[in-house]
Every structure is written in structure tokens, then in C-alpha cells.
């Protein structure tokens, strides 16, 4: 079983910083892409930023500049530092990784329960 499990989320005024963190847990053998997903209401989910399978970064271009993506292989960990908020990064954030649980195999892809950010004044 694997678990991705979000922290971070909140209330913050326009222009203010959060820090989302997310950890895999479970039986891991590698993790091949990792990183995080938002929503909006009445709006599809899209991708915000993530680690490729080759550990690369890509953002959205909305948020290039103001968030920055980071992770701790250790700890099986990223994390999203979100800096110069604005009402429209108002969404649930989620987690998303491609698994390994084993040496053989293919990997899966994991969902976080989410964590609401909530941009305003």
C-alpha cells in the first residue's frame, strides 16, 4: 500500500507565501515522477509543477518565477514553495506521484488527498 499525504495548506492574503509538503509512505522501491496538481472550482485540474523521470522540473507558466518545487529523495518528499500569492492560485492542491513499489513491474500513479489554498484578503 502507498500513501501520499499533503501538507501545508491555508488562508494567506494576496502576495503572502505557503509551503505545501507531500510524503510517500508505504512499500516504495522508486518514485519516477512526482509533484503537484491544482484545482479550481468549476475548473479541470491541472498540473503546477513536478519532477520529471529524470528529475527535470517543468511549471505552468502562470506560476514560473513565484513557486518553486523541491524534494527530499530521502524522505520520499516534495515540496512546493508558493511565494507573491494571487486570489486565482486559490484551489486544492494535490500530490501526484509515479510509483514503484517493487524492482520489476511498472510504475502506478498515485493521488494525495488534496489541501485547500485559499488566496485572500
Known amino acids: 500500500q502507498v500513501q501520499l499525504v499533503e501538507s501545508g495548506g491555508g488562508l494567506v492574503q494576496p502576495g503572502g507565501s505557503l509551503r505545501l509538503s507531500c510524503a510517500a509512505s508505504?512499500?516504495?522501491?522508486?518514485?519516477?515522477?512526482m509533484g503537484w496538481y491544482r484545482q479550481a472550482p468549476g475548473k479541470e485540474r491541472e498540473l503546477v509543477a513536478t519532477?520529471?523521470?529524470?528529475?527535470?522540473?517543468n511549471y505552468t507558466d502562470s506560476v514560473k518565477g513565484r513557486f518553486t518545487i523541491s524534494r527530499d529523495g530521502a524522505k520520499n518528499t516534495v515540496y512546493l514553495q508558493m511565494n507573491s500569492l494571487k486570489p486565482e492560485d486559490t484551489a486544492v492542491y494535490y500530490c501526484?506521484?509515479?510509483?514503484?513499489?517493487?524492482?520489476?513491474?511498472?510504475?502506478?500513479?498515485?493521488w494525495g488527498q488534496g489541501t485547500q489554498v485559499t488566496v485572500s484578503s
Open positions: 501526484n506521484a509515479d510509483i514503484l513499489r517493487y524492482s520489476w513491474g511498472r510504475p502506478v500513479n498515485y
Open positions: 519532477f520529471t523521470p529524470r528529475k527535470n522540473t
Open positions: 508505504g512499500s516504495i522501491f522508486s518514485i519516477n515522477a
